[in-house]
């Protein structure tokens, strides 16, 4: 399968955003920059929500994680 747009990878968002808000073992230095991994930790669950068909269409769910998305950018 060609991947003809990928933001971030796989990889990297396990490893640099995901592990960093979700892993309890990793020691986190408080950065400017984890406000941005958080926005981007809300973007996929607004996109995963969005696109889960056991759910109505343009749910609040998924324009809450938007809001929360946008929010943490601005920071």
């Given at each position: 399968m060609t991947r003809r747009y990928t933001p971030i990878p796989e990889q990297?968002?396990?490893s640099t955003v995901f592990a960093r808000i979700?892993?309890?073992n990793i020691a986190l230095d408080q950065d400017l920059?984890?406000?941005h991994r958080l926005?981007?930790?809300?973007m996929v669950f607004a996109l995963g929500t969005l696109f889960d068909l056991e759910k109505p269409s343009l749910s609040?769910?998924?324009?809450q994680y938007y809001?929360?998305?946008?929010?943490?950018?601005?920071?």
């Amino acid at each position: 399968m060609t991947r003809r747009y990928t933001p971030i990878p796989e990889q990297e968002f396990y490893s640099t955003v995901f592990a960093r808000i979700y892993d309890q073992n990793i020691a986190l230095d408080q950065d400017l920059i984890d406000s941005h991994r958080l926005a981007v930790l809300y973007m996929v669950f607004a996109l995963g929500t969005l696109f889960d068909l056991e759910k109505p269409s343009l749910s609040l769910e998924a324009t809450q994680y938007y809001q929360l998305a946008r929010a943490a950018l601005s920071m």
